[in-house]
C-alpha cells in the first residue's frame, strides 16, 4: 500500500547543480503531476502526464524536464538550480483528472543556495 | 476549466459548524466539484466531490445550488484537527485536463 512515493524527502543544492526528482505511484494510474508549493502559498502545476510516454506543461514550467518512460514513474528534472526554485515539490497520481481523487507523495522539500 | 474564488481565511471554535463557499461562475456542463485538505507540512488528500445538490461523506458535505455557480463545504462540529487549508477544485473528464489548485481558505480552529 505505498500510494505514491517521492524521492528523496529533503535535498540542498548549490546554485547551477542539476537534480532528478522520482515519483513512483503503484496505482496504475494514468495521470500524474508535479506541483511546487512556496510558503504560505497553493499548489502551482509545473508539469503533468496524461499517460506513459506523454508530458505537458503546466502553470510553472519554465527551468523544470520531465519524462514519463514508464507509466508508473514520472521525473522532474532541474537542469541548473536557482534560488528561485527553493520550495516544496509535490507529485499526484490519479486515474483521470475529473471524476477520481487524486493521490499525493509526502513531498520534496529542495533548497538552493 | 472554471476559475474559483474562495476565501482567504476563516477562524472558527471547536464544535462550532464552518461553512465555506466557493463560486465557480463559468462552470461547465461536464465539470464537477471537488474540495481537498492540505494539513501543514503534507499533500492535499480528497474530502468530497459532487455534481448537484447534496453529498455527504465521513468527513463532510457539499452543497451545491441548481445553477451550481457556487458550493459551499460544510464541516460539522470542527476539532483543533480540523485546521488545514482547503482547496475548492472544478474538474472534468472532458480533454486531457490538469488538475490546478488555487490558494485556497486557511482554516484555523481555536480551543
Known amino acids: 500500500n505505498a500510494g505514491v512515493t517521492q524521492t528523496p524527502k529533503f535535498r540542498v543544492l548549490k546554485t547551477g547543480q542539476s537534480m532528478t526528482l522520482l515519483c513512483a505511484q503503484d496505482?496504475?494510474?494514468?495521470?500524474m503531476y508535479w506541483y511546487r508549493q512556496d510558503p504560505g502559498m497553493g499548489l502551482r502545476l509545473i508539469h503533468y502526464?496524461?499517460?506513459?510516454?506523454?508530458?505537458a506543461k503546466g502553470e510553472v514550467p519554465d527551468g523544470y524536464n520531465v519524462s514519463r518512460l514508464k507509466k508508473q514513474n514520472f521525473l522532474l528534472g532541474l537542469e541548473s538550480a536557482a534560488p528561485s526554485q527553493t520550495s516544496v515539490y509535490f507529485c499526484?497520481?490519479?486515474?483521470?483528472?475529473?471524476?477520481?481523487?487524486?493521490?499525493f507523495g509526502q513531498g520534496t522539500r529542495l533548497t538552493v543556495v | 476549466l472554471a476559475k474559483t474564488t474562495q476565501p482567504i481565511s476563516m477562524d472558527s471554535y471547536e464544535g462550532q459548524e464552518v461553512n465555506i463557499t466557493c463560486s465557480h461562475n463559468n462552470i461547465a456542463t461536464n465539470d464537477y466539484i471537488t474540495w481537498y485538505q492540505q494539513f501543514p507540512s503534507q499533500g492535499p488528500r480528497f474530502i468530497i466531490q459532487?455534481?448537484?445538490t447534496k453529498v455527504t461523506n465521513e468527513v463532510a458535505s457539499l452543497f451545491i445550488p441548481a445553477d451550481r455557480k457556487s458550493s459551499t463545504l460544510s464541516l460539522p462540529r470542527v476539532s483543533l484537527s480540523d485546521t488545514a487549508v482547503y482547496y475548492c477544485l472544478v474538474v472534468t473528464d472532458t480533454g486531457r485536463r490538469a488538475l490546478t489548485f488555487g490558494s485556497g481558505t486557511r482554516l484555523q480552529v481555536q480551543p
Open positions: 499526484a497520481s490519479s486515474y483521470s483528472p475529473g471524476r477520481t481523487e487524486a493521490f
Open positions: 502526464s496524461v499517460g506513459e510516454g506523454t508530458t
Open positions: 496505482m496504475n494510474h494514468e495521470y
Open positions: 459532487g455534481y448537484k
